[in-house]
């Protein structure tokens, strides 16, 4: 079969995706791996799964109609009412019909001579002009490298793989391995249901409570009634997200006192704006350290035994440049009395066995295993398909030392190939759907640019590319972010090349420098 796009991915990206390309006319179609839309929110039905930028800003500006007809319940929406929300997106538009389900993209090989991309799926063979990879930062998922995890006898479950009939939990022994945002936002829910809980803890993250609560119908009016206002000032923030953006006072201009009281103000707000609160929390090591020794006492404070305190306080990198957790009652949870932490850096995993965990202090025996162990980030949708672009070129052999790309969003090599969210885009450092909208409304600019000056194809020229590699790494080195062995840098997955890979200049830095790049007829592609 043919069509001029096919979009990869059912997700946040996907559908919008779908819907723009199909607006310019283009007959598009979209392949998606699961049953329904919703991408992340597919797949990870955890119990406490929620997004952690307030839902308001956490959802699609595009359409007044829909912004007005949707109404949030909760200030940080579930996973049911998230996948909800993207399912009425997907009956409102009607997407669907252009959605082909349960289907797998495996290879894409560019054509030069017809400039044509061949798609292959489980299913079928696609021959179309334009190839968008709406595939997902935090899409694959990683399991730990653990002996004997498949000789495990009791249930094994997976945050971004939950079941939908979930074994019950009552009074069984679980385990859990994994303590970042999905471990730190299932953990409570798991010690609430279980008879006992262990949680087996390699790195202790930092957790800021995220103050969940019902919406507020007068705030929440309020919101609506200026909304086109606040979207406009989303998309030129630094985060993609208001109303509280990064104040621009270092921490330490301030007395220690008036910075205890302004940290205190954030904690009690909670949830992600904790780390706006000065304006070099990421770039000075000293301000950091007084974040986070503001959060290490909190953690002390909540936490009545003093050696698990401890052990849950994070000290091998400065705040934020892991991502930063929003929990419900995480650390509170450890005051249970069914509730036990294993640090496995101090008593390491040896194997998992048909009866549980085995680490060097003996055996911690398990009805059941949950892993909330991340995700090979950014590229590894990406790479696990076959991606050929000019003369055959792999996409797995242009990105053998890290990713390179031009914006994010195109590569050199790969004509009429457009990523959304890619690395060296803003993408997991932002709001991801205000990013997302902001990559699919270029992407269709630069088709409808393509369409009306006749050509055929564009691609990404080298030294673009280089330039920009070099300009989004720059950013990084002027940032702490780099003291952290994160996901951000490949480093939970072994063997992966180390490359800082998110732009972290701010959403708004980086719509100009784009909207700029557009308004000089494309600067940095070859159009052919
Ligand atoms: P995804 O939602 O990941 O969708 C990609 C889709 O592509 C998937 O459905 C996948 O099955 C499909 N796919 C991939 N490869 C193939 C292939 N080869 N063939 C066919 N289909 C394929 N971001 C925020 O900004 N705020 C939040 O609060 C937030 N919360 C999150 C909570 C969780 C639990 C997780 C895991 C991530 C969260 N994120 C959050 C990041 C989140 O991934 C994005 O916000 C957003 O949902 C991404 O949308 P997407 O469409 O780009 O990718
Ligand atoms: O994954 P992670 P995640 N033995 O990579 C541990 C978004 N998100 O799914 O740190 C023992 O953060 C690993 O330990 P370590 C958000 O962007 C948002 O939780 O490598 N432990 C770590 O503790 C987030 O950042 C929300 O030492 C092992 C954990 O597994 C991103 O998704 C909710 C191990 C993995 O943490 C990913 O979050 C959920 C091993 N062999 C997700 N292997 C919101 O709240 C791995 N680990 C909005």
Known sequence: MSADAVIVGAGFAGLYALYKLRGLGLETVAIERGEGVG??????RYPGARCDIESAYYSYSFSDELQDEWDWTEKYATQPEILAYLQHVADRFDLVRDIRFAEEVLSAEYDEASARWRVTTTKARIDCRFVVFATGCLSVPKSPEIPGLADFAGDLLRTHEWPTHVPDLAGRRVGLIGTGSSGIQVAPLLAEQAGHLTVFQRTANFSVPAHNAPLDPVEWARTKGNYRALRERSRWSASGSVPLD????????????ERTSRYEERWRIGGMKFLQVFGDIYTDRAANDTAADFVRAKIADIVEDPRVA????????????KRI??????????NRPDVALVD???DPIVRIDVNGVVTDSGPHPLDVLVLATGFDAMTGALLKIDIRGRDGTRLRDHWSEGPVSYLGIAISGFPNLFMIT???S???ISNMVTSIEQHVDWIAEHIRFLDTHAVAASEAL???ELEWVAHVRDQAEATLYGEAASWYVGANVPGKPRVFMPYVGGVGTYRARCDEIAAEGYRGFALR
């Open 462 to 464: 080298p030294d673009a």
């Open 325 to 334: 957790c929003t929990d419900t009652d995480y650390y509170r949870m450890f």
């Open 39 to 44: 991408g992340t929110w597919y797949w990870n």
């Open 422 to 424: 890619g690395p060296g």
């Open 246 to 257: 990064i104040e621009p006072v270092p921490a330490l201009s301030v007395s220690e006192q």
């Open 426 to 428: 803003p993408s997991v």
């Open 344 to 346: 496995v850096r101090d």
């Open 310 to 321: 401890r052990m849950l306080m994070p000290t091998d990198h400065p705040i934020g440049t």
